[in-house]
């Protein structure tokens, strides 16, 4: 029998790698980071969360820990060519238990998961450990990773690509890109000790320099500008020009100090492949987002919190292979939808002329008239929904159905019998969950490893009696889960461990025959499903 040094190996240790690596921990599957650094990034990156990734760090038990480095939903404004607010984004709405927009410090972030995996026995980070190349075989693959210098072999069951947008992971297999990259190239710069308390994005959509500045925590601010024909690099990257770029947006962060500064091009391209035999690729290996909607890295936690519950379950026999093909099936459709609502973001962020600018701006001022179109905007309600159209879930359509099959479950609060409110996430645990009624009709049990049934009461009914042991009793006192139920129409459904719906379950003959064969499709245990 081979011997392998882990289950899996990821590359990269960016929020991507970290929090598959998390999830992974948290599963019992032994995990090995391979980086080429000597540590994480030191610098800010991504500085944008969003609530979904709140709600992923939240499983992992390391919200807490996180939640006083970020200043919680903040909203964007947009100026117009002659400096005058035309239009805001405040998301007031925590379906998903988090704000929707936050600002934070990557280098914060990463740090912090970084140290959490220390308490996993079953978890390795190997800095300055460099991936030169790999074979893959039959049941693993083959790692050649060069330290200090010298080659040294890993064999592991599973690869993952986290390693950016030059992952040597993805060009050593050979996958090409799909989409487009822009020549138009932007100046970041990071600062520190910012004394204007304004929280919110404020984006400057002025065809003589379209700019945006971005307050976050720890009195930091970023401002990003775009470059004009001609500029180089060179020519914008020394402080004195950097500052003069400030003095035109906010005068009083003229002197502050500069962390970083950096010319980037943006690009809006994805993967034509995420997997390719026993290696896969995740984040900004897979995909390259336009910064506009600040989804980048954010896409990148929804790969890691789709790919890990599949990854675990194949390694510990729970699952066939076949499952790890639903990964792009599911994710890479999604991941470029967010990518096309950045560019057409963009649009609007990046006008190329007075009348190009005042006709977009005009056109948008006149919906935000229609109450219905300003909410849509105002609440981020353009944003792609998480939903999977292909994909491990119960395809069958439910007209009416709130929350359809395959798409991300709210997560409202329950009250337990001591009274105690908590966030759904916590009550179901990290893995697979079933909610249903407390007086629904009696079904099937259901054979999934380490699946967690929760008795739901409705919002107007009491506890008449304390659970029994080892039951989980939870009040619906926010009446989310009892809409989505009532509009299926069904009395339980099947949460998969990423909080995806994987199917309701009415009782009916037809319902757990789709069940049963979903689930023996990818080689879960469904045996009890049978009529």
């Known amino acids: 029998m081979t011997a392998f040094d882990c289950d899996v190996a990821i590359v990269g240790t960016g929020p991507t790698g970290l929090v598959l690596a998390h999830l992974l921990a948290q599963a019992g599957v032994r995990t090995w980071l391979i980086e080429k650094a000597s540590d994480t990034v030191d610098e800010a990156r991504a500085v944008s969360i969003d609530d979904e990734s709140l709600r992923t760090l939240q499983t992992m038990g390391m919200l807490e820990r996180f939640l006083p480095m970020i200043v919680q939903s903040y909203g964007v404004h947009y100026y117009s060519w002659r400096n005058r607010l035309f239009a805001k984004v405040e998301p007031t709405s925590t379906e998903y238990g988090h704000p929707k927009r936050n600002a934070f410090r990557q280098q914060q972030l990463v740090a912090l998961l970084r140290d959490g995996l220390t308490t996993y026995p079953h978890v390795q980070i190997r800095f300055e450990h460099e991936l030169m190349q790999f074979t893959q075989t039959t049941n693993g693959v083959d790692l050649q990773v060069q330290h200090q210098g010298q080659l040294q072999a890993l064999r592991c069951r599973w690869l993952v690509g986290c390693d950016g947008g030059r992952s040597t992971v993805r060009q050593q297999l050979g996958i090409e890109w799909e989409g487009s990259t822009y020549e138009q190239r932007w100046l970041i710069a990071d600062l520190i000790g910012r004394t204007s308390p304004f929280r919110h994005t404020r984006t400057y959509c002025d065809p003589q320099r379209p700019a945006i500045r971005l307050p976050g925590p720890q009195s930091t601010v970023r401002y990003e500008f775009m470059l004009k024909p001609g500029e180089t690099p060179e020519s914008v990257l020394p402080d004195s020009q950097v500052r003069a770029m400030i003095a035109q947006r906010e005068p009083s962060d003229v002197g502050l100090t500069i962390l970083r500064k950096v010319v980037y091009t943006f690009h809006a391209r994805i993967a034509k492949q995420w997997r390719v035999d026993r290696t896969l690729i995740a984040g900004d290996a897979a ?34 292979e076949s499952l790890l093909d639903t990964y792009a099936q599911e994710r890479a459709p999604h991941a470029w939808s967010l990518i096309q609502m950045a560019l057409r973001i963009g649009i609007y962020m990046q006008p190329q002329s007075a009348w190009g600018a005042a006709l977009a701006q005009g056109l948008l001022r006149l919906v935000c008239w229609v109450p219905r179109f300003r909410d849509h905007i105002l609440h981020l309600k353009f944003k792609p929904k998480p939903r999977f159209f292909q994909g491990f879930f ?19 609060q329950l009250e337990g019998f001591d009274g105690q409110r908590r966030w759904l996430d916590d009550a179901m645990g990290p893995g697979w969950a079933l909610l249903r009624w407390h007086d629904g009709p009696a079904l099937p049990a259901l054979n999934l490893a380490g699946l967690v049934v929760i008795d739901l009461l409705r919002a107007e009914e009491d506890f008449l009696s304390p659970p029994g042991t080892g039951q989980r009793v939870f009040r619906d006192v926010q009446a989310v889960l009892q809409t989505m139920l009532d509009s299926a129409p069904a009395p339980a459904v099947l949460v998969r461990p990423d909080r995806y719906v994987c199917a309701y379950l009415d009782g009916s003959a037809p319902n757990l025959a789709r069940l049963h064969t979903l689930l023996q499709s990818q080689g879960m245990d469904s045996q009890s499903l049978k009529a």
């Open 287 to 320: 995909h390259l987002t336009p910064p506009f909607a600040g989804q980048g890295m954010n896409s990148g936690v929804r790969d890691a919190s789709n790919l890990a519950w599949k990854l675990a379950a194949v390694v510990h026999g729970q699952a066939h």
């Open 394 to 412: 119960d395809a069958t359509p439910r007209p009416g159905a709130l929350i359809p099959a395959g798409q991300l479950l709210p997560q409202p």
